[in-house]
């Protein structure tokens, strides 16, 4: 059954199928009515509620679905075949891009390759069912699906920073989703205390995050944002509604974003394209990192559920953990010398 599940995916994903037994070509849907969210007391779309980021698909695209936005339903359903073998029983979790790359392999079961790929990662049984949909990347502009290369001067920049920084020097040296101080903003990890919860007034919106519980603040009455001078780890947001979408412009972020600049600017917009889905598009835009602005778009789905305590604190065992096997490193190196 694996190796026809497989077959299904390597005709329909990596052309190999004979003449005559193609993949199904996707069917042309009819042009779907503009849904209507519903309302708070003042006429604004209603986006309260729990809502999760279980998405399968990949940040960027993978090299061998280039030039291909989209998959058929017989690819989706295949992909969504194999999660189902690879990942069943006691195996590996997958985090990230990395569901997407095991599925489209021919592996029997998974292991990882770089998280913790000494140790094995958490079981799998811990972690939902991934949402598989038809798009090849989160990223959505540019088209092919990728970030755009980062420029020279920023990738000096970061490897300036780290080299500053060192590895395991102390606490600060680490990274701040293991200092469990915070996930930054936007937080693009899926499956994985990946709920949030959204709660509206009339000139604010609160976005809490199960992950290391932040709440975000968003102000919607004209506010200037702050001075540069004032940093914060979720930036400076400002709102306003575009039609039926939330459009958030955030700056001041004092964590950066995959490499990115102090000046990084962050446009959100929360559109509600159905009764159990919140389109949450991201742009990023910082000149000093990347040659183009980039945007990706990630389907939050409405779940009837709570969000639950995650116990995650600043100077935890496991950080201690990480710090003394440095030092111990650093003995034994010595030694050698």
Request: with cysteine.
């Amino acid at each position: 059954m694996k190796r026809v599940i497989f077959s299904v995916v390597a005709c329909a994903l990596l052309g190999l199928c004979a003449p005559g037994h193609a993949a199904d070509a996707p069917a042309k849907a009819p042009a779907a009515k503009k849904y209507s969210p519903p309302r708070t007391f003042d006429g604004k779309p209603d986006l309260q509620g729990i809502w999760a980021n279980n998405n399968a698909t990949p940040l960027e695209r993978p090299k061998i679905l280039e030039g291909r936005a989209e998959l058929s339903p017989v690819e989706v359903d295949a992909l969504r075949k194999r999660q189902e073998e690879i990942f069943a029983g006691d195996g590996d979790a997958a985090f990230g891009d990395a569901i997407f790359e095991a599925v489209l392999s021919d592996v029997q079961k998974y292991k990882p390759t770089t998280f913790d790929a000494s140790t094995g990662n958490y079981n799998a049984f811990w972690l939902v069912e991934r949402d598989f949909d038809n798009r090849t990347s989160l990223v959505t502009d540019p088209s092919n699906g990728k970030i755009p290369p980062m420029l020279a001067s920023a990738r000096e920049r970061n490897l300036r920073e780290m080299r500053d920084r060192g590895a395991a020097d102390g606490p600060e040296s680490r990274t701040l989703s293991e200092r469990c101080i915070t996930y930054g903003l936007p937080s693009l990890l899926a499956g994985y205390n990946s709920y949030y919860q959204i709660v509206q007034t009339q000139d604010t919106v609160m976005i809490f995050t199960e992950m290391v519980h932040d709440a975000r603040v968003i102000h919607l009455d004209g506010r200037p944002h702050a001075s540069g001078k004032i940093r914060d780890w979720y930036g400076d947001s400002r709102g306003k509604w575009e039609g039926d979408s939330l459009v958030v412009e955030t700056k001041n972020l004092r964590n950066g974003f995959r490499g990115s600049s102090a000046d990084v600017r962050m446009i959100e917009r929360f559109t509600r394209v159905g009764p159990n889905t919140i389109n949450y598009e991201v742009t990023v835009d910082d000149p000093s990192t990347w040659a183009q602005k980039w945007t990706l778009m990630i389907p939050l789905k409405h779940k009837n559920e709570q969000i639950y305590e995650y116990a995650c604190h600043e100077g935890n065992s496991s950080l201690a953990g990480i710090l003394a096997g440095a030092r111990e490193e650093e003995r034994r190196a010595a030694k050698k010398k």
